[in-house]
């Protein structure tokens, strides 16, 4: 798929959605927003790059991602796996049930984690772990 930076993409299905490819629409002030959405699977192959970016899943996540900020809302009790190749700042984690697991080369910041969660593991390999409200 085709995209440039600052671009403002969505992408839904109120089944599975698969993206093969990485999508980059770039991060900082002028990076664009990803909105990805699957009642059931989202499957993911490539890196998701955005300055924004909020993701709905119905089943396991697992994410390899640059992003600025990220919102997650699990709608079924599937596990969560985040892999960020910087600092991640998450708006709102919203859990059904599933495991979280976040590994980030910078710092984790988390505004919230709502919902039932099963095991929580945040890793940052060369930074700090704030959480604001559980």
């Not at 192959?45 to 396991?60: E, F, I, P, Y």
């Not at 039932?116 to 700090?128: F, M, N, R, Y």
Request: aromatic share 0%; proline share 0%; net charge negative.
């Amino acid at each position: 798929m085709d995209v440039h930076a600052g671009e403002s993409i969505t992408l839904a299905a109120g089944r599975d959605l698969i993206v093969v490819s990485d999508l980059n629409v770039g991060s900082g002030s002028t990076g664009g927003t990803l909105n990805l959405s699957a009642g059931h699977a989202l499957t993911v192959g490539g890196t998701l790059t955005a300055h924004d970016l909020k993701v709905s899943s119905g089943d396991d996540l697992t994410l390899k991602t640059s992003v600025d900020t990220l919102s997650v809302e699990m709608t079924g009790a599937g596990n969560l796996t985040i892999f960020e190749s910087g600092d991640l700042s998450i708006s709102s984690l919203v859990m059904r049930g599933g495991n979280i697991t976040i590994q980030a080369d910078g710092n984790v910041s988390i505004g919230s984690i709502t919902g039932t969660a099963g095991i929580v593991t945040i890793v940052s390999k060369t930074g700090s772990i704030v959480i604001d409200n559980m």
